[in-house]
């Protein structure tokens, strides 16, 4: 008798655990951000970030060799985007989550233009 009452506890306490564990991700939200030139090629090593707007919490990430950068466990809310890659000009945006959401940004960042200046010193002679 002992034995069936601890196999129906343990059972029990089992798939409170697992049901608990399935309830608390979908309350987080997951976002995909895949990273690519004007001309479609992926870009890896890019900076992804994303800041929570009402709590200033940030989390990052760098793209994959695929261009994928992935980050899980987003409370809901609002958040602005950055991505950033060197010679590429940077890309923000605002960007909602839901409960439960998985959300798949794709992002284009443009050529970053280059600024020279030069200054010419000199003395005329006449």
Known sequence: MKKILFRAVAGFLGLAWLFSTHLSAQQLATLNVTVADPSGRVISQARVALRNVDTGAKRTDLSSG???????????????LTVESDQFSPYQAPLTLTVGQIASVPVTLGVATVKQQVEVQGTVQG
Do not use: F, H, R, T
């Not at 695929?66 to 809901?76: D, F, K, Q, T």
């Open 66 to 80: 695929a261009g994928i950068a992935v980050i899980p466990g987003l409370p809901a809310g609002s958040y602005q």
